[in-house]
């Protein structure tokens, strides 16, 4: 008999799931069947939960959170065929240099959607110290309104030094929120830079927030960034700012001219807002919406989820075996005195890695002989 796509990946699923599971002890099977059944049913303390075990760094608790991921995963593809295999939550990307207004908009803009029936969830990412591993997690006192609405859920996560500034499980969170019932995600990135590049392989539409002024400050993020965009906004237009304002929507309008299009179906567009006052913001979220339906119409939002899912994959690959490479014994060792001769200028850095990487191999194939 043969099996369809769907019901083969369901199968591969569930076994995997099953040899995740055989592994835990009653207490941590429990444990995990609390977490899954108050996520799904909606606990927001569950929720909170579930996100604080995947980012765990700790061996088994990260075990108990793969365990928990697919339970989800399960959960949202049933979901997804009650919903005619449409998706059950739009993700968001929102991003832009400080002083843009991202916090301001994002507590009248989801007050908004709360209003409309909306369950909204807000995962904001705060740079961490680099000598202290601390972050300011603020982004709750700057929405205080949006903080206290049961339905809308705000989950400050610091980035731990992440490049990027995106955590490695962002990408975990958003499937825990779309299984706890919340049905647009917004993932609010760090400034302007690499994180854009991050948060747009896990997101459906990235939202790109500019203030009316500046001018140098702004050429940098012109031609990467705007690549990027599939709306532009250009926010505080309010007062004596609407005059900018326009000027800037207008300069970005001939810039997105001039670049190549990243979807068939969908011209990026660039809009005024006001957070103060919410001008634009309800056509902001039309364009939104349009940009939702021609994407789900087309087939490109499911191929971008897609290839989305195997670029983590990836990522989560390099990112592990990178650790690996660094906690070797052998390597370990070795580092201090490398990184020495490197920074006197007695080795070059492509030799230092190049004898760092043989000492690697050369303990690997003595415990995995090549054949």
Same mark, same amino acid.
């Given at each position: 008999m ?7 990946r369901k ?9 995740h599971?055989?592994?835990l002890s009653d207490?941590? !099977?429990?444990f995990v ?6 996520l799904? !049913?909606g606990?927001r303390?569950?929720l909170?939960e579930?996100?604080t075990l ?5 061996s088994?608790k990260?075990?108990?959170a793969?365990?928990?991921?697919q339970?989800v995963?399960v959960?949202?593809?049933e979901?997804e065929q009650?919903n /005619?295999?449409?998706p ?5 990307? *929102?991003s832009?240099?400080?002083g843009a207004?991202?916090?301001t908009?994002?507590?009248?803009? =989801?007050?908004m959607l709360?209003e409309?029936g909306?369950?909204l969830?807000?995962?904001?990412? @705060?740079p961490?110290s680099?000598?202290?591993g601390?972050?300011?997690l603020g @982004?709750?006192t700057?929405m205080?309104e949006l ?6 859920? &705000?989950?400050p996560s610091p980035?731990?030094g ?5 955590t490695?499980?962002?990408n975990?969170a958003?499937? *825990?929120?779309?299984? =706890?019932?919340? @049905?647009?995600i917004l993932?609010?990135?760090?400034g %302007?830079g690499?994180s854009e590049?991050?948060?747009a ?8 927030l500019l203030?009316p002024a500046?001018?140098d400050e702004?050429q940098g $993020?012109?031609?990467?960034? $705007?690549?990027m +965009?599939d709306?532009? +906004?250009?926010t505080?237009?309010?007062g004596?700012?609407?005059v900018?304002?326009r000027r800037?929507?207008?300069?970005y309008v001939?810039?997105?001219k001039l *670049?190549?299009?990243?979807?068939k179906v969908?011209?990026? /567009?660039? %809009?005024? &807002?006001?957070?103060r006052?919410g001008?634009?913001i309800?056509?902001?979220?039309d ?8 994407m789900l119409?087309?087939g490109?939002?499911?191929?971008r989820? !897609?290839k989305q899912?195997k %670029?983590?994959m990836?990522n989560?690959i !390099? ?11 052998? %390597?370990?060792?070795q580092i201090p005195?490398?990184e020495g001769?490197v920074?006197s200028?007695?080795l070059?850095?492509g *030799? +230092?890695a ?6 690697f191999?050369a303990?690997t194939n003595?415990?995995?002989?090549i054949q």
């Open positions: 043969l099996l369809s796509d769907g019901l083969k199968l591969c699923v569930q076994t995997t799931l099953k040899e599971t055989e592994r207490k941590e !099977q429990r069947d609390k977490l899954y059944i108050g799904i !049913q606990q303390a569950r909170a579930a996100i995947i980012e765990s760094t700790h088994r990260k075990e108990l793969q365990v928990l991921l339970k995963l959960y949202h593809r979901q009650l /005619k295999g449409q059950r939550a739009f993700r968001v990307g *929102l832009g240099p400080p207004g991202k916090s908009f994002i507590e009248y803009f =989801g007050k709360t409309r909306h369950k969830s807000v995962l904001a990412v @705060d961490s680099c000598t202290s601390g972050s300011l @982004d709750k700057r205080t903080s206290r609405d049961m339905n809308a859920y &705000i989950r980035t731990r992440t490049l990027g500034g995106v490695r499980t962002t975990e958003i499937l *825990l929120c779309e299984g =706890g019932g919340y @049905d647009i993932i609010e990135t760090v %302007v690499q590049f991050a948060v392989d896990m997101v459906d539409m990235f939202v790109l203030p500046g001018g702004l $993020i012109k031609r990467g960034i $705007i690549e +965009a709306l532009v +906004a250009i505080k237009s309010d004596d700012l609407i900018p304002a800037i929507q207008a300069e001939s810039a997105l *670049l190549r299009r990243r979807s969908w011209k990026p /567009k660039v %809009v005024r &807002i006001s957070s006052s001008e634009g309800s056509e902001m979220w364009k939104m919406k349009e940009f939702r339906d021609l119409a087309s490109e939002l499911t191929a989820r !897609q899912q %670029v983590w990836w989560l !390099q990112e592990s075996v990178l650790e690996h490479f660094r906690t070797h014994p052998t %390597v370990r060792g005195l490398l001769k920074l200028g007695a070059s850095p *030799l +230092a190049d004898l760092l990487l043989k000492a191999k303990e003595d415990i995995y002989p």
